[in-house]
């Protein structure tokens, strides 16, 4: 039985770094008939690569641009948080069909919370306090619009519907630019006349963080930004039902302003 804080094993030299390292010989440089010089090229364009199969990307990455970011912003903490706040708002608003039907279950979303989130993540991120979050959000006037069961109580694209289908989170997949772009489509809702689908609105849901000081500018610019991700989006749907583009109506829902922007067809 060792005593505390004995060494019980050991292996090498523990003074390692007071080695003096051997000095060159003028041989060490002369190549050998066992040395082989070979030169390799690094791609820095993905699109110049060997085509092995179809690339997959996001719709929002589809025509990125990259620009400069500090590092402390990338990798702050700060940062990540809010994308992990981000992802449960998401999961939270997944649970609900109809805003004005939808009653908050504080249980449920914890759930929801742990299936969402990795367990090493869920010690940075107050569920609790997301929750609080999210209650709030179902309360602006953005997400009442949007999730409101009478807004298809009127015509709509050109009809009133007799049935809504919602599909919240519908995975959805697309070949453009010899690329899969893969992704998910926040709230789907397929209108329905005489039992067949005539129409369909998108609903995506955005956490971004509104500018102060230009909020209009700043709303305008992340209009722009969104803007192809849900033509893409709508361009699948039009695939899936057998709809003309001018029948898919796509929406911005930004939480951080409160606007529901209608996103007209490029």
Aim: overall charge negative.
């Amino acid at each position: 039985r060792g005593e505390p804080a004995a060494m019980l094993y050991e292996r090498g030299n523990p003074q390692w770094y007071a080695t003096k390292l051997r000095e060159a010989t003028p041989t060490d440089s002369i190549p050998t008939e066992s040395m082989v010089v070979t030169s390799i090229t690094i791609r820095t364009d993905d699109d110049s690569a060997p085509q092995r199969g179809l690339r997959v990307t996001a719709p929002s990455r589809l025509d990125e641009t990259h620009e400069l970011i500090p590092l402390s912003t990338a990798f702050s903490y700060s940062h990540s948080q809010g994308a992990m706040q981000g992802a449960l708002i998401h999961a939270f608003f997944e649970q609900v069909c109809w805003g004005d039907e939808y009653q908050l279950d504080r249980q449920q979303l914890r759930q929801v919370a742990l299936r969402t989130l990795p367990p090493e993540a869920l010690q940075h991120v107050s569920i609790e306090s997301t929750i609080d979050d999210f209650e709030k959000l179902l309360r602006l006037s953005s997400v009442r619009q949007a999730l409101s069961k009478s807004r298809y109580q009127r015509e709509i694209l050109g009809e009133i519907p007799d049935r809504v289908e919602i599909d919240n989170e519908r995975a959805v997949s697309l070949v453009m630019s010899r690329k899969l772009v893969a992704g998910t489509i926040d709230r789907l809702a397929v209108l329905m006349k005489a039992g067949r689908p005539y129409a369909a609105e998108i609903f995506d849901f955005k956490t971004d963080r509104v500018d102060a000081r230009a909020p209009l500018l700043w709303l305008h610019d992340r209009v722009a930004h969104h803007r192809p991700q849900l033509e893409i989006y709508a361009r699948v749907v039009c695939e899936l039902f057998d709809l003309p583009r001018e029948k898919i109506a796509t929406h911005l829902i930004m939480l951080g302003s409160d606007d529901l922007v209608h996103c007209e067809a490029e």
